[in-house]
C-alpha cells in the first residue's frame, strides 16, 4: 500500500482500509497457525477451481436510488459522490450538526456492541472463583502436589516407549541419515501435567544446527514421509492431524500403547534451546516454577489455554519477575559464552551459562511471597501499556516498540539487516520477545479483542485475589 502511494501521488492512506486490510491479514495468519488440518472436500461440501470463480459476476446496487451501478467499483465511487439524487437523502437533508449528531450515536451504539461482547466472554466460571479464592495452606499443598508430579513427568519409562516406536517406523524411510529424536516442552521443563503434550524434535540427516524461519520443502517432504507410515500403523499411533501451512509443521498424533499426544516437527530444534533455559530458570529461583504452574492453571480456567500457549505464559511470569530483580535478564546469561565452542543454531546463539544465584547478585525469592506475586502479577500486566511497548524477557526490563532495534545484540541487528521481513513483528497488540529467537514474537496470533478479554480476566481476578487476602 505505501508502495502504491509512492507512485500513484497520494498522500495519505485511509486509516480504515489499511485496518481492515490487517484484521484480514491478522485473521487468515492466525488461522494458519491454529488450523489442525487443511481444508479438504467433505460429503457435504467441495472446493471450487479459482479460474471457475471468474465465472461469475459482482453487480453493485445502490442502496438509496436502486440503481444498478455495473461491475466496476470506480463507477460506484463516482456514483456515491455526485450522481445520487435519491429524494430525502439523509446524508443531504441533515444539517450538519443533525449529521454528526447520527454519526456520534452509530459510534456510541457500535461501542457498546462491543462492551456487551467483551463482558459476554469474561465470565469467570465458578471453578476459576473458587480457584482464585483458594486458601494458602491448600493452595501451596495443591501446587506441591503440582511440582512433584511435573519433576516425575520429566523422566518416565513411556518417553522410551515412544522414541523405541518411532524410530522403528523412521529409520527404513531414511535409510543414509543419521535420525536423533529431542524430546522439549513442558514435561521436560518440569511443569508438565499427565495431559500435556510431549514435543519432540526429530533431527533426520543433522539439521540441529539449521535454522528455517520458516520450514522449507526439503522440511515437508520428510514429515509427509514420516506421516503416511503412521497412518499405516494405526495401532501403535492413532488420530493423526498434519497441520503443515504453520511457520512450524507439526504432526499431533497419540502413541496408542502409552496415551500420549505427541506434537512432532521436524524444523525447530531451538523448542529444546528454550525448555533447557526454563528448566535452568525453574531450578535457579523455584519460586517461578511455581508460579508459573499457577498461572498456567489460571489461563485453562479461564478458559484461554487455546489463545496463549504456556511458553507465552511462562515468558510473561519470568519478565514480571525480572523486572523485580528476582531473576537476571536472559542477556547477561550469554555475556560470557565462549563463541568458539558455543552451539549456534542459525543467527541465534543455544548456549547460555548456568549461575547460580549467588553469581547473578540475586535474592532467593521465598516461595511465602507468592500470593503477593500473583497479585502482583495481575497489577503488572493491567498496567502494562501494550501498544508502546515490548515484553523483552532478553533485556528483562520495559522497553518500548519504537527503541527495541537499538537494545538488540550484533546477530540479530545483522539477520535482519538485508530482509526487514524477518525483523520481530512489532505491529501487533501483544508483542512477547522469545528471548533465543529474537526475531519471534510468541503472541503475534492474539488480535485486539482477544488482548482485551485477557485484561478483563486479569482484571476480575486480581479483584478475588485482592478480596481474599483482605479477610
Known amino acids: 500500500m505505501n508502495k502504491i502511494c509512492a507512485t500513484r501521488d497520494y498522500f495519505i492512506l485511509d486509516p480504515q482500509l489499511v485496518e481492515a486490510l490487517e484484521n484480514v ?34 453487480i453493485y446496487h445502490c442502496g438509496q436510488c436502486k440503481a444498478d ?50 463482558t459476554k466472554a469474561v ?20 501446587l506441591s502436589t503440582a511440582v512433584q508430579i511435573g519433576e516425575k513427568l520429566k523422566c518416565i519409562p513411556d518417553y522410551a516407549a515412544i522414541e523405541n516406536d518411532l524410530l522403528e517406523q523412521i529409520k527404513p524411510l531414511f535409510p543414509n541419515q543419521a535420525i536423533k529424536i529431542y524430546k522439549f516442552g513442558s514435561r521436560m521443563s518440569g511443569i508438565g501435567t499427565r495431559d500435556s503434550d510431549l514435543d519432540l524434535f526429530i533431527d533426520i540427516g543433522d539439521t540441529f544446527k539449521v535454522y528455517q524461519n520458516r520450514a522449507n520443502d526439503a522440511t515437508l517432504a520428510k514429515l509427509k514421509k514420516v506421516k503416511q507410515v503412521l ?24 502413541h496408542g500403547p502409552t496415551s500420549i499426544e505427541c506434537d512432532m516437527n521436524f524444523s525447530n530444534s531451538l523448542g529444546f534451546i528454550n525448555t533447557n533455559l526454563m528448566e535452568y530458570i525453574y531450578g535457579l529461583q523455584p519460586t517461578a516454577r511455581v508460579l508459573c504452574i499457577y498461572m498456567k492453571r489460571w489461563l485453562q480456567l479461564i478458559g484461554m489455554k487455546n489463545d496463549f500457549n504456556t511458553y507465552s505464559i ?3 511470569v519470568i519478565f514480571y519477575l525480572q523486572t523485580l530483580e528476582h531473576l537476571p535478564p536472559i542477556a547477561k546469561l550469554f555475556e560470557d559464552v565462549n563463541m568458539e565452542t558455543a552451539l549456534v543454531i542459525g543467527p541465534w546463539l543455544g548456549t547460555f551459562t548456568s549461575k547460580n544465584l549467588q553469581a547473578l547478585k540475586i535474592k532467593y525469592l521465598d516461595t511465602g511471597k507468592l500470593f503477593d506475586l500473583i497479585e502482583g502479577f495481575f497489577k503488572f500486566y493491567l498496567e502494562f501499556d501494550y501498544n508502546r511497548n515490548v515484553i523483552c524477557p532478553y533485556q528483562g526490563s520495559v522497553i518500548s516498540k519504537k527503541d527495541l532495534h537499538t537494545c538488540m545484540p550484533e546477530r540479530y541487528l545483522n539477520f535482519v539487516a538485508n530482509n526487514k521481513d524477518l525483523e520481530i513483528e ?12 529474537l526475531n519471534h514474537n510468541v503472541t503475534k496470533g492474539i488480535v485486539d479483542f482477544t488482548l482485551k478479554v ?16 483482605r479477610q
Open 123 to 142: 465470565a469467570l466460571k465458578k471453578k476459576a472463583r473458587l480457584f482464585l479464592a483458594t486458601d494458602p495452606i491448600t493452595a501451596f499443598t495443591q
Open 231 to 254: 497412518i499405516n500403523h494405526k495401532k501403535s499411533w492413532k488420530g493423526l492431524v498434519a497441520v503443515e501451512k504453520a511457520r512450524v509443521p507439526i504432526l499431533k498424533v497419540i
Open 426 to 437: 512489532l505491529n501487533k497488540p501483544l508483542v512477547v520477545q522469545d528471548p533465543i529467537q
Open 25 to 58: 491479514m491478522t485473521t487468515i495468519n492466525d488461522f494458519i497457525e491454529k488450523a489442525n488440518t487443511e481444508i479438504v472436500p467433505t460429503a457435504k461440501t467441495q472446493l471450487i477451481e479459482m479460474g471457475k470463480l471468474h465465472k461469475l459476476q459482482r
Open 454 to 469: 485477557f485484561v478483563e480476566f486479569m482484571s476480575k481476578s486480581r479483584q478475588i485475589v485482592l478480596q481474599f487476602k
Open 314 to 316: 511462562n515468558l510473561m
Open 69 to 118: 451501478l455495473g461491475t466496476r467499483a470506480s463507477k460506484v465511487a463516482l456514483h456515491l459522490a455526485e450522481d445520487c439524487k435519491l429524494k430525502g437523502n439523509v446524508n443531504e437533508t441533515l444539517t450538519k450538526d443533525a449529521r454528526e449528531e447520527l454519526k456520534k450515536q452509530r459510534k456510541e451504539r457500535a461501542e457498546k456492541r462491543k462492551e456487551q461482547r467483551l
